[in-house]
């Protein structure tokens, strides 16, 4: 069970009411995660901006196999379920393909500079070196990109995080970070 308060949609702050609501209406679900950060309207709202703007020149798939690297990175079980799931059924990256996300990744050239890079990232606290850029620039990432990369890492360690410290009811088919990626 959650640590912290899942509300439903009426017992949310009605300040979060219309942003759930907007979430249901894109998801056709509004999940867990989204109802535990809707306890501050503040953090549902940053939370939401960010992870709206970073549909910019990074492709799905990219975002999804990041998610899994940072995800199994911190040991979280809600994002990795979740975005094992979103991976399978929407940016239809296979099982192999998302072990190998998982283990930091990418059976793609170009995708695994990314996922690679992305776990630099993680690992390194944004310390990386002039040659870790170098490598996804020279992979095919533009300095937008490399931007949405490191933006990409951030925003899923907020999630991770909020899910560990929570520890979120997963909502999704259950994965589970200390089983074999």
Do not use: W
Request: charged share 20%; glycine share 8%; hydrophobic share 45%.
């Amino acid at each position: 069970m959650s640590r912290i308060t899942i509300p439903s949609r009426e017992d949310a702050p009605a300040e979060s009411q219309p942003l759930l609501d907007a979430v249901g209406k894109q998801l056709g679900i509004v999940p867990n995660l989204f109802r535990l950060v809707g306890n501050s309207p503040a953090a549902l709202e940053g939370y939401l901006g960010l992870n709206g703007a970073l549909g910019g020149t990074l492709d799905a798939k990219t975002r999804e196999r990041i998610a899994l690297a940072i995800a199994q990175a911190n040991g979280c079980d809600y994002c990795l379920s979740a975005h094992t799931y979103l991976g399978l059924n929407l940016a239809k990256i296979d099982d192999t393909e998302i072990a190998l996300n998982r283990a930091g990744h990418s059976g793609d050239a170009k995708a695994d500079a990314a996922v690679v890079f992305a776990r630099k990232v993680l690992d390194m606290r944004g310390r990386v070196s002039d040659a870790d850029i170098a490598e996804v620039r020279l992979a095919g990432f533009s300095e937008a990109q490399v931007i949405e990369i490191v933006a990409s890492v951030a925003l899923n360690v907020l999630t991770n995080y909020i899910n560990n410290v929570a520890e979120t009811d997963i909502d999704f088919p259950v994965v589970r970070a200390a089983q074999a990626a």
